[in-house]
């Protein structure tokens, strides 16, 4: 008896039989099926994932989360330093979770409703008679900017706190970093002011108003019976905002980090709890690792060794030779014009990408005539150094040198005491706020307003793609493009010197240059060799079967006809002029290589091609 089990698998169904081979009458014995839910769920607009569905209830989640976090700090602030009329025991009853309460069915937070002084302090009540001193909390804005208060009196010091608050919940939209840009039509000046072209809106009502803060005009709006959190807020911005607080504070002569801050550690309006954002979770780890440096992570495009090691590689590739001449060997340029084109044509401000041409015509310039062929097409796009070329309009030309003193030296003796262009680098790619980095060059480094622009400029057009190789890889393998040599080469140097010491390899450096360009011509002439001995052999299997020579003829030795083949195919594939030029002891020795790999394909029909190394 042989039976066979048949499964058919569904999305929410398994169908089985058994099937008895054996029988010859029936041979379906039994057969079921099996059903389970769908792994996803579906609606009046069709199927949808639970997995998305659960990211985005949980995204929300963390969204309020983060809220609270920000409200609770801010009003902890603001109640010890008098602000806020809250009890701290019930600010820390809404503010940590209890589990025996939670158990109790009574709620694990609870919400201060039973605090009378900061529901009235909420209601904008606050003499405490019942009834709110404001329609509006942008009422109470409004007079924060127009009348000086008395901060004496704990009922003024309430006022601001509850201002406060109000923006803390409601702190305006903050632009990304990730607003791409098209970076061959960038113009660092278009993005000063970006924000406020984004809430034009918001700033033509203020200078319709003639007031200098978003509270302030939502106010009037207010009185003229506009609604202001449907139809105005959403095109606030953050900075706005910052703003509105400054100018509340410098018109009130009160200090800042009387609040926020302290004397030791003083902080920004835009560093306080009340614009406080969770940063972005590290992306990190989806980086991938370089194919050379397998336990490092790859190097992202902007960096200024990449974009030098991109250049090179490509100036040290770009060979030429004597148009209409046959005998004219490709040879490299000379390393003088290279460095001269990687001056000229690759340090471009407004632009990322070129073509080939431009190169082209440069050489042509130089070369003083055109009787050159290149090796690259004229429409080849060619990536340029847009990072280093800011850069260097921002810092200068010598970037390696840069050393810029660290504003709070006295209090850095044991830390890095200089700002490096490898810092400054770090920095601007790695930072997603735009007022850190205004601040940054404004305040660290030191730069005037039209260089903070180009920096700010410099920071929003940063490429955020990774290469195929590690920093580490990338310096190791600079070294010798910088020399001239191709990129295969300086790839092969790269791991010596670390191999072999610093040392060692500082006595003998030239020595080994050269004994391993020898072993990298020996292989490249191997390698020609036997692409020669394989078009040969290619020639052969393409014969017609009626022209095909010692087919099965395991004995058959190559003739004076197949030599004459051979010495043709070496004249073809090293130019006659060349081949003519070698002494006639390197040709036998070449034919003779060349006769041997040919000869064991008829000898040995098992080994057919040569494969290349």
Known sequence: MEKTLGLDLGSNSIGWTIRDTSDNKFQFKKTGVSTFNKGVGSNKSG???????????????????????????????LQENGYCPIDKESLNRWKHYNKEEALKGNGGRKYPVEDLLFENWIKLDFNNDGLPDYISPYQLRLELITIKLDFSIPENKHKLGRALYHIAQHRGFKSSKKILTKEDDFNPDDLIGAEKKRSKAIGDLMEKHQVTTVGAAFAFEENAGNRIRKELHKDVLRKQLQEEVKQIFDFQNLSFNDIFGTIEKPITINQSVIFWQRPLRSQKGTIGKCTLETNKYRCPVSHPSFEEFRALSLLNNIQFKIKNDKDSDWQSLPQELRNEIYLDKFFRVSKAHFDFYEIAKFIEKKNGHSNWDLNYKF????????????LKDIFGEYLNELSIDHPANQNRSNKKTTYTIE???????????EDFIENFGRVSLKLDETKNKKFIGLWFSMPVDYSMLSLKAINNILPFLRRGLIYTEATLLAKVPEVLGNELWNKNEEDIIQNIAKVI?????EKKLLNITNNLISEFKALSNEDKFAVKDFNYIITNDDKKKINQACIDSFGEKTWKEKQDTEKESIKQIIEKEYQNFFGDKKREYKKLP
């Not at 810092?423 to 706020?433: E, K, P």
């Not at 011509?521 to 002439?525: G, I, K, T």
Request: charged residues 30%; contains cysteine; glycine residues 0%.
């Open 423 to 433: 810092d400054i680098w770090h920095i601007l790619f790695s930072t997603d706020d």
């Open 521 to 525: 011509a020996n292989n490249r002439e």
């Open 47 to 77: 199927e949808f994932s639970f997995a998305a569905e659960r990211t985005t209830h949980r995204s929300t989640r963390r969204l309020y989360q983060a809220r609270k976090y920000k409200l609770w700090a801010t009003l902890e602030l």
């Open 379 to 390: 429409k080849t796009n060619v990536s340029a150094c847009p990072v280093t070329a800011r």
